[in-house]
């Protein structure tokens, strides 16, 4: 129990009693049952996820017989109704307030730097029905509008209606409203106007099926795809572990969480609805400084986040890159290398040590922005061709031409000479040990494998959760280890373990091992 008392106190110091008293200050107790104390049912709710007690019911089944939680509560037994209740009202809002002044303070507690940061990500099945998706029908938007265009061309009603994309569904009611008028003294009987009132159905048909299209776009939003009906925040993924068949043949309901983790302890968690890493560095990184009001001097991440953009804010921010890029493993193992090497602004080094130079090429358009063609000669005589050329369909030219990103090739080269120098595979070891082992503590160690909300906001507070009780179990292992007098990885004012002093039977087992080295070693005199 003396564990508790010291989880209280880190509550205590943090700021988040406080906190609470701050948002029911203005409470007036009616009457009735006396009200559940908040700063112990937060300290529950913490540690319940912490030992395994996510769902309500188990939490309320945890402060019935669990000797600790009946010590955290002073033996009241919460509902799962007061507890779901406080969890709404309180934790979703202050999620991000709540995680980092507990982490702040356990930071402290256990003498912690945030010095050097490691990020990685990993995806979590959503709670939805796998069945249930819908794709995002931006294609059909696009054939429907091209079909109204011509209809409406056809009776001279293009006035104000855009020559390309998609029309909105305001401006074909617009249009209906207009066709009426037109068609209203027209005779139905007429087999010769039969054309005129299928158009006319037509448009009315498709202004349903465009609110519908308009309905999903908005549901989806600009950066992905597709969403769930039984949750509409949740992103068609494909994920490592696939129950239903092969890995990664099918996708699920799921969103994509980063964690930033500092010695062991989770600093920074951001939950998105990204199905790849790339765009989820910098407001992991931004959420970082907002919790603590600085930036980490480095930073280790795998080649999931190599790009210009991200290598930029590392550059303006100060922050050590040590990011693999997106050839690192290709490259370093000698299977797929670069087929060149910046050597300064004006000059590129291929695989056989040729010198490139920048040329302009009128016939040939760049592919990538602020991107600058090279070209390399004697190609034909270069033992490297078959690899550089195999994707050209002119393979005996005597040349190849390199679209090169002068800014993005300088990130990589310096991100290169850090992961190359002593502290980089130093960093580079550590964060297998670090980020993907915490990740897989929450797995399996928790364990927690899917989301069992719904929705981005409460999902994120599940993860945030999961977090935290991931960093009360660090503490605890801290607290074991300083009553033990053990070294622990994360403080720099404990002792090493000390030695005990060996028993006889071990200290006659190690001359006896001694003496019979001794004895194999020297020759035989019998020869």
Known sequence: MEKIDKLFNIFKKSGVFDLIDDVYSKEYHKGGRPLIDRHKLIVLIAY???????????????????????????????????????????????????????????????????????????????????????????????????????????????????ETGIIPAATIADKITKFNNLISNIDISDKSNKEIFKDYEFLKSALIKSLEYEEKEKICGPDRNSYYKTDHDATAMCLKRDYYSGLGTNTHAAYNTQIIVCKGLIATYYVSQSRSDLKDLIPALDKFYESYSIYPKYLCADSGYGSLNNYRYLHDHNIGNYVKYFSWEGNISGRNPSQYVLINETAIRCLNGNIGHIVKLDNRHPKKSNSTFFRIDGCNSCDFKDYCKRWMNKKEENFKIFEVVIELQKYINQSEENLLSPKGIELRVNRSIQVEGTFGMIKQDMPFDRFTRTSLDKVSTEFMMVCLGLNIRKLFKFYDAKSKNKFWIAPNDLQPETKKKPSAKRLSNKVNRKKLKKEADEPNPKG
């Not at 939805?128 to 409406?152: C, G």
Request: proline share 3%; hydrophobic share 35%; glycine share 2%.
């Open 48 to 162: 319940a996820y912490a030992f395994r007690h996510t769902s309500l019911r188990d939490m309320e089944t945890f402060c019935k017989f669990d000797l600790r939680a009946i010590n955290i509560m002073d033996g009241a037994i919460p509902s799962h109704t007061s507890i779901g209740k406080f969890y709404n009202e309180f934790i979703v809002p202050n999620r991000d307030s709540l995680f980092s002044k507990i982490t702040d303070a356990i930071r402290d507690e256990c003498n912690i730097d945030f010095n050097t940061a490691f990020l990685d990500g990993s995806k979590f099945e959503a709670d939805a029905n796998k069945y249930k998706f819908v794709w995002k029908p931006t294609k059909y938007h696009q054939k429907l509008s091209d079909k109204i265009r011509i209809i409406l061309s056809k009776y001279e009603l293009s006035r104000n209606v855009p």
